[in-house]
């Protein structure tokens, strides 16, 4: 696989799992506009931070696409950690919501 290709292959990974974020947060939104007015208050400051999250993310993924195929590797090794705390923000708040 090329270089080009792997990078190609990285952010369309990137690019699936950021899509999957965005439905999981409108989901969550949908449901939290249904809850009683403690939880969608304490819902809307958790969504503020995934909004937050995912400009991060996609922000990464902007920076990943514009880096030169063989400068790009340095980027994703960076962008991991930036990833990493994306993840793991998501699957708590969806952990925390699916819970309510």
Same mark, same amino acid.
Request: aromatic share 10%; net charge neutral.
């Given at each position: 696989?090329?270089?080009?290709e792997?990078?190609?292959a990285?952010? /369309?990974?990137?690019k699936?799992?950021?899509d999957?974020?965005?439905?999981?947060l409108d989901a969550? @939104?949908? %449901?939290?506009r249904?809850?009683d007015? /403690?939880?969608?208050e304490s819902? !809307?400051?958790?969504? @503020?931070e995934? %909004?937050?999250?995912k400009?991060l993310?996609? /922000?990464r993924i902007?920076?990943?696409? @514009?880096?030169?195929?063989?400068?790009?590797?340095?980027? %994703? !090794? /960076?962008?991991?950690?930036?990833?990493?705390?994306? %993840?793991?923000?998501?699957?708590d708040?969806?952990?925390?919501?699916?819970?309510?």
């Open positions: 696989m090329s270089l080009k792997a990078k190609d990285y952010i /369309g990974k990137l699936l799992q950021l999957e974020w965005s439905a999981d969550m @939104e949908a %449901r939290a249904q809850a007015a /403690g939880f969608k819902f !809307n400051a958790k969504a @503020e995934l %909004r937050y999250q400009t993310a996609q /922000g902007n920076a990943l696409h @514009e880096a030169a195929d063989d400068a790009w590797e340095e980027l %994703r !090794n /960076g962008s991991e950690n930036i990833w990493s705390t994306v %993840r793991q923000t998501f699957a708040a969806k952990a925390k919501f699916d819970n309510k």
